[in-house]
C-alpha cells in the first residue's frame, strides 16, 4: 500500500451456487413478474425491515450497497442482521421509499431484467431499477437467485442517488434556453461576456473550491455547474491538460475509450482505442471550454484556515503573483489519487554526479541517446520509460525490488473489463450502474475468476516463463485479483504490456531484480554486490497518499483526515468521494471511470449541504 496508509484486507465473495433439483424450463418464467413480485415484497421489507423479514426477500449473506440514497455516505452492507440495522437506522429514508417508488424502469428497454441460465443447477435474474422518494430519485440494480427451495432471492442489492428532486441538473429537458440575451433580457450582456463575468468571481466567492484540473477536479466540477453550484476550479500549472501533457514522451492511457468517458461528454466515434497523453490533455482544455468550467491557472493556495462555527474556509490564493482571498464553504483536493511522487531515501543520492528524476517528471528519451539509464522500479512507467529509452538509442536498465502483474493490452482488459466497456456494448450508463452496483468484495471475486483465465491466455504471448528465466518476479496481485485490485489495495506493481516485456525477455532492455544498497557516484550498487553504472537514474517509485498532499497544501487538516485510498472495513473506499474527517473538506481521485461514477457521488452530497439544510437530515 501507498507509504503511511492502510487498507483493510477484502476477502474475495463469489456468487451464489445452489443445486436447485427441479429447476423451470427458461420458457416459463415470466422475468417481469419476477422481479415485479420481489420489489414489492421488498418495499414492504423496507418499511418494517426486520430480519425476519428480510429472510424472506434476501439470501442470509447478501450484499445491500448504498450509495447516498438512505444515508449520506457511500456504505456496502452484508448479511441480514447488518441490514436489518442499517435500515432502521435510517428509518425516515425507508418510510420516504415505501411511500414513493421502487419498481422497474418505464419505457427504457436497455434497462429490461435479464435471465441468466448459463450455470448448470441455478438461475439468477438482473434487473435494473428506479427511486423515487419526497427529496431523492434514484436508481439501483437487483440480482436474484433461485435458491434450493426455489424462491427468487436477492444476493445484492443497489441504491444510488442521482438527483436532488427539488435541484435536478441542468440537462435533457432541464436544459438552458441559450438564446436571451440583449434587449430580450434584463441583463444586457451576451452568453461570452456573462460567462467572463462569472470566472472573475469579482462579487462573490466560490462556494467551492477544487484543487487540481485534472480528470478528477474537472468531473466534479462539471457535475456541480450542472447542480448551479458556484464552482471554482485552480491548478498551479500554465494550461489545464498539463498534468498529462507534461508526461513522459510516449504515454499513452492503458484504459480503453470505452471506460474512458468523462461526464456529459464522451469522445467521438473516431476516438482511439487508447489516448495518446496529448490528445487527452487537448480533450480536457475542451471540456472546460464546452462544459463552462471556471478554472484559473498558475494559481496556488498561499494559506488557509478553515472557521469551526460558520462552516466557512478563508483560502488566500497567488494567480500570476497576484493574491486573492476566497471563501468557500466546501474545498475539494484533486491533485491525483497517488499523490505527491513517493521518493525512497537512499543511501549515498547525493554522491551520484548525474540527473536523478522521478518518473512523474521524466521526458524527452532522445536526449538519451547512447546513454545509459538505471529505471528503479518496475511497474507501468518503469517499463513504459524503458521501452522509449530503447527506441532513441539509450541502454536502459530496470531494477524491480518486488514483484510485478504483467498483462497483456490485448487479452488483459478485456478480461477484467468484461463485456461492459467494448465496442458494441451497453451505453456508459448502464455499464457504469452494472459495474458500480457489485459489493467491491464480489467484484473482486470475479476478478480472481478473470485473472486465472487470463493467466492462460497471456502464457505464450506474454512469453512470462522467458521473463522468469531473466530473474522477473511474477505475481497476480492480492489473493490472485489481478492488477486492478492491485492498485486498490496496494497502490501499483503493475504493467499492461505493450512490448517492453518482450524487449527485457529477450534482452533488449536489461534488468535486474534486486534491492538497492546505495547509489555511487557513478551509478547504483545492488544488494547483490553488483554495481550498475549509469549517465541518469530515473524513479519509478509510485506516489504518496493523498493525505500528505492535503497536509502540505491544508496544514489545519493534517491530524482529522483518514487514510485515503484501500478500503474500509466494508469494502468501501477510504475517504475518496466521501467523508475525510474533516468538514467541509473532501478527496477525489482516481482513473477516469470512478472519476465520472463518482463525481456524481460527491457533487451531490455537497449540493446537499450548500443547497438545503433539510435534505441533510
Known amino acids: ?35 415485479t413480485d420481489f420489489l414489492a415484497r421488498l418495499k414492504g421489507t423496507i418499511r418494517e425491515p426486520s430480519v425476519q423479514n428480510l429472510k424472506n426477500v434476501m439470501l442470509p449473506d447478501g450484499f445491500w450497497r448504498d450509495h447516498l440514497f438512505f444515508s449520506w455516505d457511500l456504505r456496502t452492507v452484508r448479511g ?6 442499517y435500515l432502521k437506522d435510517h428509518y425516515l429514508g425507508c418510510e420516504q421509499l415505501y411511500n414513493g417508488r421502487f419498481a422497474l424502469p418505464t419505457g427504457n428497454y436497455k434497462r429490461q431484467p435479464t435471465l441468466d441460465t448459463s450455470k448448470p443447477k441455478s438461475y439468477n435474474i438482473t434487473a435494473f431499477v428506479e427511486l423515487e422518494s419526497d427529496l431523492r430519485l434514484g436508481e439501483g440494480v437487483v440480482r436474484l437467485f433461485l435458491d434450493s427451495e ?26 438552458p434556453h441559450g438564446g436571451l440575451h440583449g434587449d430580450q433580457s434584463a441583463d444586457p450582456r451576451n452568453w461570452r461576456e456573462r460567462l467572463d463575468y462569472i470566472n472573475t468571481f469579482t462579487d462573490y466567492s466560490p462556494s467551492v473550491l477544487i484543487v487540481g484540473a485534472g480528470q ?9 455547474r450542472q447542480l448551479h453550484i458556484p464552482t471554482l476550479v485552480i491548478d498551479k500549472a500554465a494550461r489545464v491538460g498539463d498534468i498529462w501533457r507534461k508526461r513522459y514522451h510516449s504515454l499513452v492511457l492503458h484504459d480503453p475509450v470505452w471506460y474512458d468517458h468523462l461526464p456529459y461528454m464522451p469522445f467521438p466515434k473516431s476516438w482511439p482505442i487508447f489516448t495518446p497523453k496529448d490528445k487527452m490533455a487537448d480533450w480536457l482544455e475542451h471540456y472546460v471550454a464546452a462544459m463552462e468550467i471556471s478554472v484559473w491557472t498558475n494559481t496556488q493556495v498561499a494559506s488557509s484556515n478553515y472557521d469551526q462555527d460558520e462552516n466557512i474556509w478563508t483560502v488566500q490564493l497567488v494567480k500570476n503573483g497576484e493574491k486573492r482571498t476566497v471563501k468557500p464553504s466546501h474545498i475539494v483536493l484533486c491533485t491525483g489519487h497517488s499523490g505527491e511522487p513517493y521518493i525512497p531515501r537512499f543511501t549515498n543520492r547525493d554522491q551520484f554526479k548525474g540527473p536523478v528524476t522521478h518518473s512523474s517528471r521524466w521526458s524527452e528519451p532522445e536526449r538519451l541517446q547512447g546513454r545509459r539509464v538505471v529505471i528503479i522500479g518496475a511497474g507501468n512507467s518503469a517499463h513504459d520509460i524503458a521501452q522509449s529509452l530503447y527506441a532513441n538509442g539509450a541502454f536502459p536498465t530496470i531494477v524491480q525490488r518486488s514483484s510485478t502483474q504483467v498483462v497483456s493490452s490485448e487479452f488483459g482488459l478485456p478480461a477484467l473489463l468484461g463485456s461492459l466497456y467494448r465496442e458494441g456494448g451497453p451505453e456508459v450508463e448502464e455499464a457504469d450502474l452494472l459495474a458500480f452496483s457489485l459489493p467491491n468484495a464480489v467484484l473482486k471475486s470475479q476478478h480472481v475468476a478473470a485473472t486465472t483465465r487470463l493467466r492462460e491466455k497471456d502464457r505464450d504471448g506474454l512469453m512470462l516463463a522467458r521473463l522468469r528465466q531473466r530473474g522477473y518476479k511474477l505475481d497476480d496481485g492480492p489473493d490472485g485479483a489481478g492488477l486492478v485490485f492491485k492498485y486498490f489495495e496496494q497502490g501499483g506493481s503493475y504493467y499492461i504490456d505493450i512490448g517492453a516485456a518482450a524487449m527485457i525477455a529477450d534482452g533488449r532492455i536489461d534488468f535486474r531484480h534486486a534491492g538497492v544498497q546505495q547509489f555511487t557516484p557513478m551509478g547504483v550498487l545492488l544488494d547483490t554486490g553488483e554495481h550498475l553504472q549509469a549517465d541518469e537514474i530515473v524513479l519509478a517509485t509510485g506516489y504518496q497518499n493523498m493525505r500528505t498532499t492535503a497536509a502540505a497544501i491544508f496544514p489545519c487538516v493534517k491530524d482529522a483526515v483518514h487514510d485515503v485510498g484501500g478500503f474500509d472495513h466494508e469494502g468501501e473506499y477510504q475517504s475518496l468521494f466521501r467523508s475525510s474527517g474533516h468538514p467541509g473538506f473532501w478527496f477525489m481521485g482516481m482513473n477516469l471511470a470512478h472519476c465520472r461514477y463518482y463525481s456524481r457521488m460527491l457533487a451531490l452530497r455537497i449540493a446537499a449541504e450548500v443547497l438545503s439544510s433539510n435534505l441533510t437530515t
Open 216 to 224: 478528477a477536479g474537472l468531473s466534479v466540477a462539471a457535475r456541480l
Open 80 to 85: 441480514v442482521h447488518n441490514v436489518s440495522d
Open 150 to 175: 426455489n424462491n427468487w432471492k436477492a444476493f445484492t442489492i443497489y441504491t444510488a442517488l442521482t438527483s436532488l428532486r427539488k435541484f435536478p441538473e441542468s440537462i435533457g429537458p432541464n436544459r
Open 1 to 35: 500500500m501507498i507509504p503511511d496508509s492502510t487498507s483493510h484486507p477484502l476477502t474475495p465473495v463469489p456468487f451464489p451456487s445452489f443445486d436447485v433439483k427441479d429447476l423451470p424450463d427458461p420458457a416459463t418464467i415470466d422475468v417481469t413478474k419476477v422481479v
